[in-house]
Nanobody
Framework: HVQLVESGGGSVQAGGSLRLSCTAS????????MGWFRQAPGKEREWISSILTPGTTSYADSVKGRFIISKDNTKNTLYLQMNSLKPEDTAVYYC??????????????????WGQGTQVTVS
């Protein structure tokens, strides 16, 4: 039974920081590319970052230099450190997994597994 469970969301003032976590179970975490997406009200789901290995990460321009993605294969956990948060970062944040042999896609449709989402509100 595959599960992705996000945590760490909340409300923060502009300029603040939050760290999201995503704990995975039911699949071989190290063999998957992990991604973070977000969806704001009335907008499409947006890819923001992916990681295959610690040295293979990518970011959307909107978060580059402010967000850091990382993963701990020993804990089956994905992280997103979000710094210098802006009101436009307000959204529900989702983690997702796709088999690494597909490559680290930026397209939501290529990810097999999804978490339930965690709300981030920046004011």
């Amino acid at each position: 039974h595959v599960q992705l469970v996000e945590s760490g969301g909340g409300s923060v003032q502009a300029g603040g920081s939050l760290r999201l976590s995503c704990t995975a179970s039911g699949f071989t975490f190290s063999k998957y590319c992990m991604g973070w997406f977000r969806q704001a009200p009335g907008k499409e789901r947006e890819w923001i970052s992916s990681i295959l290995t610690p040295g293979t990460t990518s970011y959307a321009d909107s978060v580059k230099g402010r967000f850091i993605i990382s993963k701990d294969n020993t804990k089956n956990t994905l992280y997103l450190q979000m710094n210098s948060l802006k009101p436009e970062d307000t959204a529900v944040y989702y983690c997702a997994a796709t088999p690494r042999d597909r490559g680290c896609s930026v397209t939501a449709g290529r990810f097999d597994y999804w978490g339930q989402g965690t709300q981030v509100t920046v004011s």
